[in-house]
């Protein structure tokens, strides 16, 4: 079992900037990919970025390349998302997702191979 906690999110200007972060606990963090998935009102839950095990690999959504960063931190069972530029389209509840554990180094958007949730942040951007 795999718990995950998020916290960064709130309210923030069009233009501006926020970190979250997930801390994970259970366990071995580091064997599993993490992903952050958002859901705006009224949307479908999409995804946004994941990372390996190894933060080795990295994807991000075509809609948040060049100004989202995903990265983690296995020592402190973290991973963090670096929002920059953020527009009023990124307003939505943020989630971190756990998928695994994998013995390879291996990366997926994809939701239904993430198997640990967590209660998710709220991010809102104004314009």
């Known amino acids: 079992q795999v718990q995950l906690v998020e916290s960064g999110g709130g309210l923030v200007q069009a233009g501006g900037s926020l970190r979250l972060s997930c801390a994970a606990s259970g366990r071995t963090f580091s064997s599993y990919a993490m992903g952050w998935f958002r859901q705006a009102p009224g949307k479908e839950r999409e995804f946004v970025a994941a990372?390996?095990?190894?933060?080795?690999?990295?994807l991000h959504a075509d809609s948040v390349k060049g100004r989202f960063t995903i990265s983690r931190d296995n020592a402190k069972n973290t991973v963090h998302l670096q929002m920059n530029s953020l527009k009023p389209e990124d307003t939505a509840v943020y989630y971190c997702a756990a998928g695994g554990p994998y013995y390879s180094d291996y990366v997926t958007s994809r939701a239904y191979e993430y198997n640990y949730w967590g209660q998710g942040t709220q991010v809102t951007v104004s314009s």
């Open positions: 990372i390996s095990w190894s933060g080795g690999y990295t």
